[in-house]
């Protein structure tokens, strides 16, 4: 499969909202929530790429891990657990599926990931962008064929959480590991979900709240989250060539956690790639679906649920 006419220039996004070191991080931050992004790519006063800040680095930079247990934060921290938190109207995916005719609905959807169920509603796994890109280096390489979704699924048991699982260890669980969606399981059921970015919202406005109120122990907790965003920014600038194909391009995806790659020439940043586009760019390079294939039967966990009467509804 000859992937080397789309380059890295044909896919790119240019049009970016972008965030500074000196900007503080509460502003950064309150930034990825509004604009629903996973990452800002950080921008000097000279004009030059240095890094990147995420959802992922807001949280660690939080700090929660090291607030008092007897803390106001941590009791309200405490009082948050998932079943507050979590979605019940995500995309799920049938474990029947054909994997292409998956890719195509997390596009469609506009969603990074899915948990993949079977009919009964128990949780396989899940499949992600990042699932996406093995699948397509896998047909770059070795012209691979249509195939069930569960053998790209990705099982972890980190990624599981109950109802009752309270946010500073959703926290805790998105701090330790770069998922940006945990699953909420009763039993072996899956009932929600419950993403990074559900998780930083309800932590930043417990911190927002307690700011507003008088007291040394506020203005000591909330010292580290005012600091810029220099301090916590992944430092990385490299970033991809204009005249890069998708393969490579895949294959860089595939070695980093984040979502978005920067397209960067002398320091300066020229564009961004996110997965989702790249798998726009290839979608037409996959199998089209035979009469045979069962059509795309999107999901969510609403009506997964509706199967189980014992289910948050």
């Not at 790209?152 to 940006?180: C, G, K, P």
């Not at 009763?186 to 930043?204: H, I």
């Not at 600091?227 to 995806?253: H, P």
């Not at 020439?265 to 564009?271: A, Y």
């Amino acid at each position: 499969m000859d992937t080397t006419t789309i380059t890295a220039e044909e896919i790119m996004t240019t049009r970016l909202a972008v965030t500074s070191p000196e900007t503080h991080m509460s502003k950064a931050t309150e930034e990825l929530i509004k604009r629903r992004v996973s990452g800002l790519p950080v921008v000097d006063a000279t004009g030059n790429f240095v890094g990147r800040f995420s959802e992922r680095t807001a949280i660690v930079a939080l700090n929660l891990g090291s607030v008092d247990e007897d803390s106001e934060v941590a009791r309200r921290l405490r009082k948050i657990c998932a079943a507050d938190l979590m979605s019940r109207r995500s995309l799920v995916l049938n474990s029947k599926q054909d994997v292409f005719q998956s890719i195509k609905l997390l596009l469609k959807k506009k969603v990074s990931g899915a948990s993949v169920v079977d009919a009964d509603g128990t949780l396989r796994g899940v499949f992600s962008e990042k699932s996406a890109m093995r699948v397509f280096i896998g047909l770059c390489w070795e012209q691979l064929p249509s195939s069930g979704i569960t053998a790209w699924v990705v099982r972890a048991e980190e990624r599981q959480i109950t109802e009752d699982t309270r946010l500073d260890e959703i926290l805790d669980r998105f701090h330790d590991t770069h998922y940006r969606r945990l699953m909420v399981l009763r039993g072996d059921k899956l009932v929600g979900e419950v993403t990074r970015r559900d998780a930083l919202q309800a932590a930043l406005k417990i911190r927002r709240e307690l700011a507003t109120t008088a007291g040394p122990e506020t203005a000591e907790l909330s010292t580290d989250f005012r600091t810029k965003v220099e301090s916590w920014m992944y430092r990385d600038n490299s970033g991809v060539r204009r005249t890069d194909d998708v393969l490579a391009i895949a294959q860089r995806f595939q070695r980093s956690p984040g979502r978005q790659i920067p397209v960067v020439h002398e320091n300066r940043l020229e564009g961004q790639i996110s997965r989702s586009d790249l798998l726009r760019a290839v979608q037409r390079c996959f199998p089209e679906e035979t009469k045979a294939s069962p059509g795309m039967q999107p999901l969510y966990l609403s009506s997964v649920n509706k199967r189980d009467a014992g289910a948050v509804m």
